[in-house]
């Protein structure tokens, strides 16, 4: 197995079409090619990460967050970054980072965090449009079922509630040949209409493809701009019975293992709807609201951006580092899914730059 192997896996959890436009995910440093021995999975690809990489033996670091956003035009060693390109280089260590991408997927970061908090009934907080698109597919019946079936193995037809969907409409297609006669022929067609993640694109471009050598097939594909619930950033479920804030926050702080929480007034008797974004997620606080949340989990919050909660939430500041340190986990756990046997370590570094007194 290869490490873009690993990574072709990933991605199909994580698209890197997902990521925000200022990210910089997928692969960092390294060697797609380069036969895979062991991952080692990390918040941050820092010096002593990389340091336990080469002592474990690993020949993969699989980073949330990536160590290089902008150009670099000069590499001396002079900083952290440029020292962490140079050993993974001198190392033959690949790194790559699922960042925004792992953000905005519903069984990503803050799902997570619904996860350890015992949330229920989750579903993506700011849903993105664009995302899905359609497909319209003209098929000669006898074929139909053995196209559909491929579609679904493609990607086709999943929505956030139900797979395999789709809508078939019977009609009749007609042509004309001026060399036989009648000129008009007319046949039965099946019309069948489903859904796709603009991210499994290839795929099913592929299948369409393969089909077209053996069958007259006509397909269109179209975007759609409905939000899709699958694909977003942050989230929101509930508790399963209100709670008392001050307990709330109580069990947050061990459940997500904080030292310290910042967090605006408790003024609300009970909470129970919880909306959450690991990292910096002050951003999706209007969806927090319009969605009716108690409470607003997130990190790196300002003071002047805590006035913005009023008397709309409770909002609380948990850490970023805090917020995702179970994204490793989490990334292991979805791989192992994927791939039987993944050889992978998660790291015993903690990377947090941030220390309390
Ligand atoms: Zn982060």
């Known amino acids: 197995m290869k490490i873009k192997d690993i990574v072709a896996e990933l991605e199909s959890i994580a698209p890197l079409k997902y990521q925000e436009g200022y990210d910089n995910s997928g692969y960092i440093v390294g060697t797609p090619d380069a036969v895979f021995k062991k991952a080692l999975i990390c918040l941050d690809s820092t010096e002593a990460v990389l340091d336990e990489a080469i002592e474990k033996g690993c020949n993969l670091v699989i980073a949330h967050h990536p160590i290089i956003f902008g150009g670099l035009k000069k590499i001396t060693g002079k900083n952290y970054v440029e020292r962490v390109i140079m050993k993974a280089i001198k190392n033959d260590i690949t790194i790559y980072a699922a960042h925004t991408n792992l953000d905005s997927v519903h069984n990503?970061?803050?799902?997570?965090?619904?996860?350890?908090?015992?949330?229920?009934?989750?579903?993506?907080?700011?849903?993105?449009?664009?995302?899905?698109?359609?497909?319209?597919?003209?098929?000669?019946?006898?074929?139909?079922?053995?196209?559909?079936?491929?579609?679904?193995?493609?990607?086709?037809?999943?929505?956030?509630?139900?797979?395999?969907?789709?809508?078939?409409?019977?009609g009749i297609s007609t042509f004309t040949n001026s060399n036989t006669t009648p000129a008009e022929t007319q046949y039965g067609e099946l019309k069948i209409e489903t859904i796709f993640e603009a991210a499994a694109e290839g795929k099913i471009m592929q299948t369409l493809n393969t089909f077209s050598r053996s069958l007259r097939l006509y397909y269109e594909i179209s975007p759609i701009e409905n939000k899709y619930s699958n694909v977003g950033l942050g989230m929101i479920g509930c508790l399963p019975e209100p709670q008392d804030p001050s307990e709330f926050l109580t069990g947050l702080k061990t459940t997500m293992q904080t030292p310290c929480i910042r967090h605006t007034r408790l003024f609300r008797k009970k909470v129970q709807h919880v909306a959450v974004c690991g990292g910096a997620g002050f951003s999706l606080l209007p969806h927090a609201i319009a969605q009716r949340a108690d409470v607003f989990v997130t990190a790196d919050v300002k003071y002047h951006q805590f006035f913005d909660a009023d008397k709309h939430l409770i909002l609380a500041d948990i850490g970023h580092y805090e917020s995702e340190q179970f994204t490793i986990e989490l990334l292991k756990e979805l791989l192992s899914e994927k791939i039987s046997n993944f050889a992978a370590v998660l790291t015993s570094v903690n990377t947090n730059p941030v220390n309390y007194l």
């Open 108 to 170: 990503g970061v803050s799902r997570k965090i619904c996860d350890r908090l015992g949330l229920q009934h989750c579903r993506v907080l700011a849903p993105q449009s664009g995302v899905l698109k359609k497909l319209s597919v003209l098929c000669p019946i006898p074929q139909a079922d053995a196209v559909r079936t491929a579609l679904w193995e493609a990607g086709a037809g999943q929505t956030a509630d139900h797979r395999e969907t789709s809508f078939n409409l019977l």
